[in-house]
């Protein structure tokens, strides 16, 4: 699903009114309606206390239609306009209008004083800000904001929670709404998936309010988010007359001593991925242990006993994962630097591969292009710095992997892969994933992708996919607090098999305020 800029919205927002011929009220009665639908039919006409809270801008034009449409169908409905501004647009007027026709007469709210009593059982609507937010809410509305925070009512905000722009970072991490349910008109916006400001929201749903879909369609987008939709398209199917040779051999170079299980874990994800073959090049105190842990992959050792210290082998793998559970020890640093600086096979490298990485920065220069990294934030800052807020961490990340040719993951509750200037926000996975090894299991995934010829941007994006899709399967039955990293491995193929089952389902639940 494509991910619009707020800017590209407002410019949908034009096109349409223009082509069809519309009045900009038409088009707000239109997804004011929808916002007034989805309410009305999970509602049903109970009678709990509604509030509706109106800013003086579009987004509060919105609110007002909605209040209206509640208030004809007999809801217990208070709508309240925030009056920060006398500039109020020409739709908000003209609903402020309707809304009076139709014997309702808001409130003002001008202060502090003026806020109304919220109990947690009723229901607020966050139409205060939306898209034209362009500074931090200040005073009395800032206080306001978090009055209905602090009642814990059940909370639905129009397009964005009130306090959050959607492709940048808020002024005031005080001054958010936060919302149980987000409608927001006709696409997602990136704020909703990244750690800062996706904790102001639990769930959210588009509304398709009818903007053009020609202008739609045609709009190039920088960001998208990855569903089953858009990885079915990459999913290459087995071929009948195929054998293990079609599907590449993998080679997952890592381990040290304790952290042999870094790289069966890796291992036995590549081969469950679908990888023809599978070697592991260890030091020499892991043999035993892999050969038992994972029988299907076969093992080379390394000289150094304890840790890899002289990385050399007699094969021409497909493509290398190197990283897990390897160490930064002295010798397999420089191990690592004589191996990345001679290599031209297709690499995914994670872990202390990234920490020798980030430590020896010329390495970078002798990566092979498209060379895919999957740093978890820390890993992520000793590579490319500090950054300001998510938003910079982005942007940041553009400009290492096209200054470096690379694809990266950076990874998390929304793992986003960064390749040539564009991201793809990955949506499945959850917090049970946060457990030792599950990087590991990416790793191997990744790999086992592109040994069976699958380019490396693809590899990642269809990889986290699969990876946070077989985690959502198996916690079915594990628990978030019982998945292990090898549970992921066991459900690969659930996640496969998913892949031609039923369809997404319509409401996406983010990790949300409400502990
Ligand atoms: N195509 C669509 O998606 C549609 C969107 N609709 C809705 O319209 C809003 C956007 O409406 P807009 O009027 O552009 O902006 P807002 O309602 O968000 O903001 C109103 C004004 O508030 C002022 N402002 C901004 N920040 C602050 C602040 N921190 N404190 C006080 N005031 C602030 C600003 O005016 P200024 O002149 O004071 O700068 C804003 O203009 C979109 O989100 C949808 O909900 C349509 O209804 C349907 C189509
Ligand atoms: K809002």
């Known amino acids: 699903m494509k991910i619009f800029t707020a800017e590209q919205l407002y410019e949908a927002d034009k096109i349409t009114i223009k082509k069809n011929k519309i009045a900009s009220s038409d088009l707000m009665e239109h997804a004011a309606t929808q916002v007034f639908t989805w309410i009305h039919s999970r509602m049903q006409g109970a ?17 007002l239609v909605l209040g209206r449409h509640l208030l004809q169908h007999g809801y217990k409905v208070q709508v309240y306009v925030v009056n920060f501004s006398d500039q109020r647009s020409e739709d908000f007027l003209l609903n402020y209008n309707r809304l009076k026709d139709a014997e309702c007469w808001p409130t003002l709210i001008k202060g502090e004083g003026e806020f109304p009593k919220i109990t947690k059982d009723d229901i607020v609507v966050d139409a205060i ?82 903007l053009d879909p020609e202008y739609l369609n045609a709009t190039d987008v920088t960001m998208q988010l990855i569903g089953k939709q858009e990885v079915l398209p990459m999913y290459v199917p087995r071929q009948k007359y195929s054998h293990k040779g079609n599907y ?33 090049y260890i030091p020499e105190c892991g043999y035993e242990i892999l050969q038992i842990a994972v029988p299907e992959v076969m093992v080379t050792s390394d000289p150094g006993k304890r840790q890899i210290a002289d990385i050399k082998f007699d094969m021409a793998p497909t493509v290398i994962g190197v990283g897990p559970g390897m160490g930064t020890d002295d010798q397999t640093r420089n191990a690592f630097a004589e191996f990345i600086r001679t290599n031209e096979c297709p690499l995914v490298i994670d872990a202390d591969g990234l920490n020798i990485l980030a430590a020896e920065k010329e390495l970078l220069e002798s990566l092979p292009a498209k060379t895919v990294l999957t740093p978890h934030p820390g890993e992520l800052e000793r590579l490319i710095g500090a950054w300001t807020d998510d938003f910079d961490k982005l942007e940041k990340t553009k400009a290492f992997a096209k200054k470096y040719d690379l694809v990266i993951v950076v990874k998390g509750a929304h793992s986003v892969t960064v390749c040539d200037q564009k991201l793809y926000i990955n949506t499945t996975g959850n917090p049970g994933m946060a457990t030792g090894g599950s990087g590991d299991v990416l790793l191997g995934m990744i790999t086992g992708l592109i040994s069976q010829g699958y380019d490396p941007l693809q590899a990642a994006v269809f990889g986290v996919y699969l990876h946070g899709r077989a985690a959502d399967i198996a916690v079915n039955d594990t628990s978030y607090q019982g998945l292990l990293a090898s549970d992921i491995i066991d459900y690969i193929g659930d996640a496969f098999i998913d892949l031609f089952k039923r369809p997404e389902p319509p409401v996406h639940e983010e990790e949300g305020k409400h502990e």
């Open 248 to 280: 590449g051999h993998s080679l997952i170079i890592g381990g040290s001593f304790g952290k042999i299980g870094a790289v069966s874990l890796a291992g036995k994800a590549c081969l469950t991925t679908g990888a023809g073959l599978v070697t592991a």
């Open 47 to 63: 009678p709990v206390p509604i509030h509706v809270f109106c800013g003086i801008g579009n987004n509060g034009g919105d609110g």
């Open 129 to 210: 800000f939306g898209l034209g937010l362009n500074r931090a809410p200040e005073g009395w509305v800032k206080a306001l904001m978090q009055h209905v925070n602090d009642a814990r009512a059940y909370t639905i905000a129009v397009d964005v929670p009130s306090g959050l722009y959607a492709n940048s970072a808020p002024d005031d991490m005080e001054a958010v709404v936060h919302a149980n349910m987000v409608l927001t008109f006709q696409a997602p916006k990136l704020s909703f998936f990244l750690p800062e400001t996706g904790k102001f929201l639990q769930s959210w749903e588009v509304l398709d309010i009818g």
